[in-house]
């Protein structure tokens, strides 16, 4: 696939930082995969209605700044901005070797391309969408499972 830069996707050498540019990510790529996820748990802690995800290998990622760590369930850490408190990060005992990172913190967000929406079936009502991605029910696990391609 190629962005509209004319750039080969999924890159590697990404950057991203949060709102107020005091934590700061590096990934050495490249992306395993890309979703906007409708479910509650990420509609909260973003406080969005959606939220633009995708996955790298976490041993290549690296931070700096004054991030703060949120375990929010068992197996679930987020992490946001301690300055301005921008949501950054999430990664699950069940993923233990991906970090998930929201696609707006990307520096150069063009290069995003989300392959799927999942957690429809929590979508907020009000939302009509004729992007033409699949719309999981589910995650893409389960997506997967049912033998659909997920990236
Ligand atoms: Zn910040
Ligand atoms: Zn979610």
């Known amino acids: 696939m190629r962005t509209d830069q004319g750039e080969e996707w999924p890159m590697s050498e990404m ?3 949060c709102f107020c540019g005091a934590c700061t990510w590096r ?4 992306f395993l995969w890309s979703a906007i996820c409708h479910c509650e748990d990420c509609r909260r802690a973003a406080s969005s209605d959606f939220v633009s995800w995708f996955g790298v290998p976490r041993s290549g990622v ?3 700044g004054p991030r703060t760590l949120y375990k929010s369930s068992a197996k679930v850490t987020r992490s946001f901005c301690g300055r301005c408190g921008a949501p950054l990060s999430f990664e699950t005992d069940v993923f233990p070797d991906e ?3 929201y696609a707006p913190t990307l520096d150069r967000p063009e290069l995003y391309r989300p392959t799927a929406h999942i957690f429809w079936s929590e979508r907020v009502p ?12 589910k995650g893409l696990q389960d997506a997967a499972a049912a033998g659909k391609d997920i990236l």
């Open 27 to 30: 990934s050495a790529g490249p």
């Open 15 to 17: 950057s991203g930082r």
């Open 62 to 64: 690296s931070w700096v």
């Open 126 to 137: 009000w939302l009509e969408l004729s992007d033409g991605l699949p719309k999981h029910p």
């Open 99 to 101: 970090t998930h990172l």
